[in-house]
């Protein structure tokens, strides 16, 4: 049965044939697409001009930075140039580090801040605490009296038990 109002169907599809648009039809088409043609072209010529004049503006910009960093840039000492530095103060041999002897080490609060206070899944109020540290060492070579100094931030989460109101 299907089959059979298939192929009627498929028979109306072939005997359909395409009408010719009308005049009117034809004559809006031909105006919508030479007005899009238009406005393409209008906006195709002022993106190129905006385009343009950001690339000017930008260009302008960055001399304007480099002239005014060459002028006010420091002027160097030439008895103060890497090679004297490495000369009079580096040290270009690595030295072992079982050498050294921890003189101090300390840390220091850099920031902290809490959250309000909330409960966890167990039902306890607590407050989140974030605070951050800056952690620092300081070593000395007693055989040649060089000293070493590490510094490294680190950062601490803790959830302190609170009284909720």
């Known amino acids: 049965m299907l089959e059979k109002e298939d192929g009627e169907f498929e028979e109306l599809l072939s005997s359909l044939k395409p009408a010719k648009p009308s005049n ?16 393409t072209n209008r906006s195709f010529v002022w993106s190129r001009f905006s385009w343009l004049g950001g690339a000017t ?6 001399a304007l930075v480099l002239v005014l960093n ?3 840039a420091p002027q160097t000492d030439p008895a103060l140039t890497t090679t004297a530095l490495e000369q009079s103060v580096l040290s270009p041999v690595a030295q072992p580090l079982a050498d ?4 101090r080490s300390s840390n220091a609060l850099i920031h ?23 952690d620092t060492v300081v070593m000395e070579n007693p055989k040649n009296g060089a000293v070493l100094t590490v510094s490294s931030p680190r ?11």
């Open 24 to 39: 009117e039809l034809s004559e809006r088409i031909r105006s919508s697409l030479e007005e899009a043609r238009n406005d």
């Open 155 to 165: 950062e601490e989460r803790r959830l302190i038990p609170s009284v909720a109101y």
């Open 100 to 103: 050294f002897n921890r003189v």
């Open 70 to 72: 060459r002028e006010t």
């Open 57 to 62: 503006a930008l260009a302008a910009s960055l």
């Open 112 to 134: 902290a801040e809490q959250s309000p206070v909330f409960f966890t899944v167990e039902g306890i109020p607590v407050r989140d605490v974030y605070l951050k540290y800056l």
